[in-house]
Structure formats: structure tokens, C-alpha cells
């Protein structure tokens, strides 16, 4: 069965995660807490980073976007990359922006902030960097709304890799209570939407030790 | 015919200019100077980045990754992604590395430093960075010396969007003669056996008004 090496709030382990629990592959997942930087998991990934999938073959497959890009070629389905070729353009540039955009000025921040410095002993939390990623916040959840409202999902009419990305970032930021979810209606009309599917659902599931997520976090319809 | 909007010395341009050029895929340039956020702009791209390529029927594609991809999928041969499933993963995990972490951990910061504030009058450089950017990059060099004395070229036996990307990032680095190509010799033989390449040669013809390479930056033979 093949190995997933991650944690539980890194919103690019979450991403291989949906992935592989959409098209079905059963996996085992192993926790890797990359910011200790074991040099056994520096020889998987040079990059020091989760999600790193190992393959019953022994293959090592490291970075987020070849392992996604792998999963699609090698079980075309379902596929979460259903369209023309231009319409697949639009659902990887959306992909990008959630794990780029998104989590640069937001989840990381976040993760940062509350997690690692409250619950890791990292140091002081920085009240600027929280202000900025709540700020940073407003601008994502009124995008997320103006194309889940023009779209029914994020990047065309199909569920798509975007989602799913998305997903990875928005349940993170989620699980510490940090979205005020009556001021972005469209927003949260696709949340509850993609909450639905058993994927997510399996995400939904997770918890960290010492931190409880606030009540409506795995509520299909909150 | 297809216009990419880029500016000179984006490493993210310079790697879909490479992609065009493998693939004989005629295109205007136009220069877009992203950091002055044009309104029309913003419009073709939310992220507010180039490289952004539209094509001849009016179709928007943004986001670097997701051009690279159209383009495979569009215009498959010769194709940068040569192998099996394994194999395009090792292709596309390298070609995240070069974007994200050279890109980061130097061309940003050297770009940044020694044209933007340099040239563009953006404020006073920072030698700090410029020091770490030095830094990073020996790491970086040392990194690809390796990849190149095992395989020829980074991701495997054949040319691929990773030696394309390394490229993209490392003539950047080079037209502001940052590389002491004396002490990579194994680097240094890979970059004169790609410089050879009639795409990598478009590139190296480039210059940036007011700023010259080190006479070494378009010899294949250096």
C-alpha cells in the first residue's frame, strides 16, 4: 500500500489527500513532523517538506504538484481535471493560487501564529502577522464566493483539483475558527456543497491533539 | 499568433519562452511590468503576475504551471515531460523546486536587490539579502553540480521542463554575474550543453536597458 508521509494542518498534505481518497487509492498515512527535519526524510524530499508518497514499487515521489499531476495520469479516474484542454488550464491556475496565493498570505501565517508558537512553544504569536492573515483572509473568501457564484464550483461546473485545494487551505484556516462564514454566503454555499463528499468528510474527521475545532467544522450544513 | 505578456529578466516568462521555443510555437512578446499593477492587466491575471499567454481565439492562461501544462497538452511534441509516469514526476517535482525554491531562496532576492532598487529606484539595496541570496545560491549550485553529474540532465537522460526551469532561473542569476562558474564545474558543463539549445539562445540575446551581463553570459563556451 503506499505510504503518505504529512500532518495534520499542512494544507499540501491535505491536497494529496483528498486526491487519493476521490479517486480511491488506500493509503497509509505517516505522520512526519518536517519542521524536525530527520535525515531519513531529507533522503525522501530534499525540500524537507510533506506530502512525500511513497509507492508499493519503492518510488519516491516528493513535491505537490508532480504528485497530484502522478496520481492523474496514472488513475485517470475520476479524473479532477475534466474539461478542455483550456478549461484544465484554468482549474491548475486556480490550483496554484490556493497553494501559492492563499497559503502564502494566509494559511501559513495562520498555521504559524496558532499552532506552531501557542502549541509547539515557538516563541510569542506575532499579532501583525494575525492581523495580516485576516486580512489577507477577506480578500480569498470574497474570491472564493465570486467564483463559486459564477461557477458552482471554483474553476467550471465540474468538482475539479481546485476544489480540492481550496478544501486543503479552507479547512485549515477552519479548524482554528478563523472564518466568519455568515459574511460570505456564495463562499459558504460551496463549502457546505464540498463538505458532502466523502473525501472531505475523511479530512473533516481529524483533530490535533490539545485543539478542538469550533462546532460547525465538520457540520455538513452550518 | 499567441502574445505572452513577460518583462526581461521574470524567471517565470523566461521558462514559457523556453516551452514556446522547444515547441517552434510562434508568439509576440509584450512587455508587461507587473509591479505597476495596470488595471487591464489585472484583469487577465488576478495574481497580478506575468507570465500571462493569451491565445488566438481570446482564451486567458495565467498561472506559470498551468501554461506549462496547456502548452504539453496542446502541443505535445517535442514533449518536455519524456518518460514514464515516475519519471515526469521527478521532471515536475525539480521543475517546482527551481520555481519555488531557487526562485525564493535567490532570483527574487537577487532581482529584487540589484535591479529593482538598483535600476528602478525601489529604495536602497539591502546587503543583507544580497548575502543570503549569495548564500542560498552555493547550495543551489552545488544541488544542480549534482543532478547533472548523475544524469546528464537534472530530471533523467533527456532534456525537460526542469532543465528549462533551472535555466530560466539561472540566467537570471548569471546576467548579474553572481555565479562563479569555476567552482561548479559539473554544473557548469550542464549549463554549456543546454546553452546550445536554439530556445536557451532567443534568451541569452536579451538585455536589459542600462544593465550588461558579464561578457561569459552568451558564450556557449565559457
Partial sequence: MPVLYH????PAARFIRLML???????????????????????????????VLVLDNGATLAG???IAEYLEESVPSPTLLDGTAEERA?????????????????????VQEKLNKRFLGMGE??????RCASHNLKIHMRYIGHLAERRHYLAGNRYSMADAAAVAHISVIDYFGD???EDWPEAKDWY???KGRRAVRTLLSDRVGGILPPKHYDQLDF
Fill in 7 to 10: 500532518h495534520w494542518l499542512s
Fill in 21 to 51: 481518497a476521490e479517486k480511491r487509492i488506500d493509503f497509509e498515512l505517516r505522520l512526519e513532523k518536517d519542521w524536525e527535519r530527520r535525515p531519513a526524510f531529507l533522503q525522501l524530499n530534499p525540500a524537507g517538506e510533506v506530502p
Fill in 64 to 66: 505537490t504538484m508532480a
Fill in 90 to 110: 484554468e482549474m491548475r491556475r486556480l490550483t496554484g493560487w490556493f497553494h501559492t496565493k492563499l497559503g502564502t498570505e494566509v494559511t501559513r501565517l495562520t
Fill in 125 to 130: 504569536p506575532d499579532s501583525e502577522a494575525i
Fill in 179 to 181: 472564518i466568519v462564514w
Fill in 192 to 194: 457546505m456543497r464540498v
